[in-house]
């Protein structure tokens, strides 16, 4: 079993910054994947960004440019840096894990990002 705890939401104004932080306990060597999902009010929770072991990264398109994902397999911690917020990028933000096969079966309580416009 992994444990994923998140930190670092917050309230921010449009154009603002933040740090989110995922740290990972238990079985982490079994970790491959990390990423962070997002689900805003009345939608469905999507991936924003991802990471491998060997740091290939991917992003969805709205935030290219904006956010990045890093990891510390040492420490056994996920970061993601969101700049130039927007409103549309509210929402409960999420760390999941996952081996190299199948889905993202570990995921953290989630952590409030409220942006005002």
């Known amino acids: 079993q992994v444990q994923l705890v998140e930190s670092g939401g917050g309230l921010v104004q449009a154009g603002g910054s933040l740090r989110l932080s995922c740290a990972a306990s238990?079985?982490?060597?079994?970790?491959?994947?990390m990423a962070w999902f997002r689900q805003a009010p009345g939608k469905e929770r999507e991936l924003v960004a991802g990471i491998s072991i060997v740091g290939r990264t991917y992003y969805t398109d709205s935030v290219k440019g904006r956010f990045t994902i890093a990891r510390n397999n040492a420490k056994n911690t996920m970061y993601l840096d969101l700049n130039s917020l927007k409103p549309e990028d509210t929402g409960v933000y999420y760390c999941?894990?996952?081996?190299?096969?199948?889905?993202?079966?570990?995921w953290g309580q989630g952590t409030q990002v409220t942006v005002s416009s």
């Open positions: 238990g079985r982490t060597s079994s970790i491959y994947f």
């Open positions: 999941a894990s996952k081996e190299e096969i199948g889905t993202y079966n570990s």
